[in-house]
């Protein structure tokens, strides 16, 4: 959450915002929002989700003292696959974790803002959102990336769980992945999940998003309340 707000507001500073109204334009936002999800695909999500694959893919009964299973934790998870298949594989799907994650803070920074102007000129007395609203905003917004997204999370997710070929590129693995679940469970299979995964992303949206505005709201006065006491 950290590199997804700081590049996003990163890459928001690069452009020129309007002289009219100093607001950023619409398609700013958007690929603001692509490029921070881009960011953080590369930084973190993807060699964390490879480990989180691999940890909650592993077959083991605790009813068999006997069946042990292969990764004892994520950093034995990380160690153990860098091991056997190469550091790199911690960057299996990295591509389609770059688009889902890209897409995903698009569609959630660019809905947010949509919304949040909207509400504000819904109550033109406001300064500011109560906290509240900026909860519910983030709950929606939230929701929205996941469902813009759900076939490359389920590709990404399968491709991640399966253990490398050797001589066999991503891309063919990839076609040979989406081939074979729609052939034997049809197209409903690339949204399959997505109930849990809207369940685990947009409450974790919302909480950001009004913690998010409301430590920027602290901080923007205590700058303003220096710049006063400069002034005098």
């Given at each position: 959450?950290?590199?997804?707000?700081?590049?996003?507001?990163?890459?928001?500073?690069?452009?020129?915002?309007?002289?009219?109204?100093?607001t950023i334009?619409?398609?700013?936002?958007?690929?603001?929002?692509?490029?921070?999800?881009?960011?953080?695909?590369?930084a973190?999500?993807?060699?964390?989700?490879?480990?989180?694959?691999?940890?909650?893919?592993?077959?083991?009964?605790?009813?068999?003292?006997?069946?042990?299973?292969?990764?004892?934790?994520?950093?034995?998870?990380?160690?153990?696959?860098?091991?056997?298949?190469?550091?790199f594989?911690?960057?299996?799907?990295?591509?389609?974790?770059?688009?889902?994650?890209?897409?995903?803070?698009?569609?959630?920074?660019?809905?947010?803002?949509y919304?949040?102007?909207?509400?504000?000129?819904?109550?033109?007395?406001?300064?500011?959102?109560?906290?509240?609203?900026?909860?519910?905003?983030?709950?929606?917004?939230?929701?929205?990336?996941?469902?813009?997204?759900?076939?490359?999370?389920?590709?990404?997710?399968?491709?991640?769980?399966?253990?490398?070929?050797?001589?066999?590129?991503?891309?063919?693995?990839?076609?040979?992945?989406?081939?074979?679940?729609?052939?034997?469970?049809?197209?409903?299979?690339?949204?399959?999940?997505?109930?849990?995964?809207?369940?685990?992303?947009?409450?974790?949206?919302?909480?950001?998003?009004?913690?998010?505005?409301?430590?920027?709201?602290?901080?923007?006065?205590?700058?303003?309340?220096?710049?006063?006491?400069?002034s005098?």
């Open positions: 959450m950290a590199i997804r707000f700081s590049s996003f507001e990163f890459y928001k500073s690069l452009a020129k915002s309007s002289p009219e109204t100093g334009s619409a398609k700013v936002v958007f690929f603001s929002g692509l490029m921070a999800g881009a960011t953080e695909a590369v973190v999500v993807t060699p964390m989700e490879v480990v989180k694959i691999r940890l909650q893919a592993q077959h083991h009964s605790m009813a068999d003292p006997l069946d042990i299973p292969k990764y004892r934790n994520a950093a034995h998870a990380a160690y153990t696959v860098i091991r056997e298949e190469g550091f594989t911690l960057y299996r799907g990295v591509t389609l974790t770059v688009v889902r994650q890209a897409t995903n803070q698009a569609v959630n920074f660019t809905a947010y803002t919304m949040k102007n909207y509400a504000q000129s819904l109550q033109p007395g406001l300064k500011e959102l109560p906290s509240y609203q900026h909860l519910v905003l983030g709950l929606v917004s939230g929701a929205m990336g996941p469902l813009s997204n759900a076939p490359i999370d389920t590709i990404k997710t399968r491709l991640q769980r399966s253990t490398a070929i050797p001589g066999e590129s991503a891309l063919t693995r990839i076609i040979a992945i989406s081939k074979d679940m729609f052939k034997h469970e049809g197209f409903r299979a690339f949204y399959q999940g997505i109930t849990p995964r809207i369940m685990r992303v947009a409450p974790g949206q919302a909480v950001t998003f009004m913690v998010y505005e409301f430590i920027r709201g602290h901080i923007e006065k205590m700058q303003h309340s220096k710049e006063h006491e400069y005098e």
